[in-house]
């Protein structure tokens, strides 16, 4: 049976590292492989169908895309490694798609933009991979070249992060790119200008909401699953029951988008970036 998306309130989840390992500053962000398949499994018991971000998109446009009876959106973001080791067999046992945001110049590498939390040395895919992975169905889309804050950055360095990372996974996958998720949530106006202008048809933001078909295709709602989101808590999300502990993380991430709060974080970007140059 048809959905009519218009009246229909739809999860996007966010996920980042599936993995055991990560040291307290990063921990909020991973999710062991154990919770992760019981996660999976509740939403194959609970006959929801995943699809990616773009058919989402497409459902919303002149009909391009009929929803399942029970649409869930899966996204991770950065290209971790063990998206490939540890979220893809399970996501493969259930049949499951999924949209994976790819920070283009630390593939074949390690995550370099966490040094400053003593992450640096956590494992990326490899070009190998993101090959293997777009042909198993799943969406591959881009989360900028280097992972910066858009909103902190001059006009031109914004646009060359957004423009080169959908470039470097066109070139390498052979297919167009339609979608991005900007890191840390952060964008602009301006930003969000340039990735139409782009070619890209939708990009992710953080919001912690449900998506709706009033939702800017390029400020799309996401919930973040955190390392402690239990089974209760995932099936709240799902059904939009109870947002109040995401909103508390809302209101954070509202209040880091403040132009006092920018200037703060363009300080402290500048710093970064410099001792990452002295760095590498």
């Not at 991979?129 to 804050?149: D, K, L, M, R």
């Not at 001059?154 to 996958?173: C, H, M, N």
């Not at 089974?231 to 403040?258: C, G």
Request: one cysteine or more; aromatic letters at 10%; glycine letters at 4%.
């Amino acid at each position: 049976m048809r959905m009519q998306i218009q009246k229909k309130k739809i999860p996007i989840l966010m996920y980042h590292s599936i993995s055991r390992s990560s040291n307290p500053k990063f921990k909020q962000f991973t999710v062991t492989p154990e919770l992760f398949a019981e996660q999976m499994a509740y939403l194959h018991q609970h006959d929801y169908t995943p699809i990616t971000v773009t058919q989402l998109i497409n459902a919303r446009s002149e009909n391009k895309f009929i929803l399942p009876e029970q649409p869930v959106v899966i996204t991770f973001d950065d290209g971790f490694a063990d998206f490939f080791t540890d979220a893809l067999p399970i996501l493969k046992q259930h049949n499951f798609t999924a949209t994976l945001y790819i920070s283009t110049a630390f593939i074949n590498g390690t995550s370099r933009w966490m040094r400053h939390i003593e992450e640096g040395e956590r494992l990326m895919l490899t070009w190998e991979q993101v090959n293997e992975i777009n042909a198993s169905g799943i969406e591959c889309g881009a989360h900028t070249h280097t992972h910066p804050q858009l909103d902190t950055l001059p006009f031109a360095a914004a646009q060359d992060e957004i423009v080169r990372s959908k470039k470097l996974l066109e070139g390498r996958l052979g297919k167009a790119v339609f979608s991005f998720a900007y890191p840390y949530g952060y964008y602009t106006a301006q930003v969000r200008g340039v990735i139409q202008e782009a070619g890209y048809t939708s990009a992710c933001a953080v919001r912690h909401a449900m998506s709706s078909a009033t939702d800017d295709p390029f400020a799309l709602a996401r919930l973040m699953v955190r390392a402690d989101t239990t089974i209760k808590e995932l099936a709240a999300l799902l059904t939009d029951r109870s947002l109040s502990p995401v909103m508390a993380m809302h209101t954070m991430y509202t209040r880091a988008r403040t132009p006092i709060w920018q200037l703060v974080r363009r300080s402290i970007a500048s710093v970064t970036h410099l001792q990452e140059r002295e760095l590498a």
